[in-house]
């Protein structure tokens, strides 16, 4: 019972202070119409002040506003973590040929209370040493044969994976009678930050499992996953690299600069899935240049950590011209970091869907982050050559 009241007690202060950080007093955030237009691609070297970042502690400040305006503006905020009460190991079985184990767990955490399905598939030699591991937001559960198939690519390189039932979360229909979003009412988060947070409880959890070793851990999802990973990598620094594929709109494409037959702002706020979002966010539509961030932003909050965006560039609707500007932006502030090694940007030909070839180029990522093995074929290769330059980026 104090347990309860406590975390409670917690969670009150916590919507508390959320509330009343986002006063008039914070020039950070505005309403829109107060809002003035920006010219060009926000300057992730300016506090809201106006007064310039210099130092790297003057960069801690500036990271905690993008964070601030990215939480209001954009995905919302996530809510304190929760305990895990204990994990059952429901199954464990050999897997591909006695070259793996499969185990699958239900994990309960509490308060509030809430269960979390996760599937673990871990190479024999995790049995002798903690394996580097593969977080992944999965679009399908257990009935996608392809999980599998990606897990022997994992295991084929050394690595375990992980990925774990979202749907018990958030089903990806915007209803908010959901059991997520009862067990926390005052929370204003959307589906992204639902799934992003359902990771990173994952994480808690792989925390207490000797087979893997999660100071190799790469988060990684597709699509709408692939924003979720960004998001939950950009709030939890334990996170050591993402790699999101194919994110898009919301994740690592521009609001502002939209390629031919890219998605915009108006569709994914109206049409497409206005709940991924938190409702202020559509009220820039027409008024992208009053945005007072691009998704460089989110970008920027995982540096100095790893990251890697995969793109097609027939993927025309997740905006790989966009994406590539956003890349271009936030190579900077690695830079001023001293570490322009851990971010990379991978092009390959074809559409949206992922591809097995597409699994090899994270493997090969990770390898060159964690294990400075070869980088992927390809890496940095920029098929843009025309995208606008912020003159506040040249410094760098």
Known sequence: MRSIMFTSFIFCLFIFFC????????????E?????????????????????????????????ELKAILSYYEYGHLPPPPKIKKSELIVEEQFYDGKGIYKEYAVFYGPPDFKLDVMLFLPITA????????????K???????????????????YALCLYDKSVLDDDTGNREQMIYKLYPDC????????????????????????????????????????????????????????PQSSGTGGCGSYRIVGEGAETL????????????IPRLKDFIGKEDRLPFDQHFLKALIAPRGQFSRESLGDLWAN?????????CTVPIYKFLGVHENIGIH??????????????????????????????????????????????????
């Open 19 to 30: 509330q009343n950080i986002y006063s008039e007093e914070n020039p950070c955030l505005k």
């Open 32 to 64: 829109v119409k107060d809002l003035p237009p920006i010219e060009g691609i926000p300057n992730l070297f300016q506090f809201c002040n106006g007064e310039p970042v210099k130092t790297i502690q003057d960069w801690q400040k500036r990271r905690e």
């Open 127 to 138: 049995k002798d040493k903690p394996n580097p591991v593969i977080l992944f937001i999965p």
């Open 140 to 158: 399908f559960w257990k009935e996608n044969d392809d999980n599998k198939d990606i897990a022997k690519k994992c295991i084929d390189r050394g």
């Open 188 to 243: 204003d988060w959307g589906s992204l930050g639902v799934w992003g947070w359902g990771a990173l409880r994952v994480l808690d959890f792989l925390e207490t499992i000797p087979e893997v070793n999660t100071k190799q851990l790469t988060l990684t999802g597709h699509s709408r996953r692939g924003k979720a990973s960004l998001w939950a990598s950009a709030n939890d620094e334990r996170i050591p690299l993402v790699i």
């Open 266 to 277: 108006e569709a994914i706020t109206t049409d497409v899935a206005p709940y991924w979002f």
């Open 320 to 328: 790989p011209f966009g994406t590539q500007l956003m890349h271009e």
């Open 347 to 396: 092009f390959r030909e074809g559409g949206h869907a992922l591809q097995p070839s597409d699994w090899d180029v994270v493997l090969d990522f990770s390898d060159y982050y964690f294990f400075k093995k070869n980088p992927p074929e390809g890496l940095n290769v920029l098929p843009f050559k025309d995208t606008p330059k912020p003159s506040w980026a040249h410094n760098f």
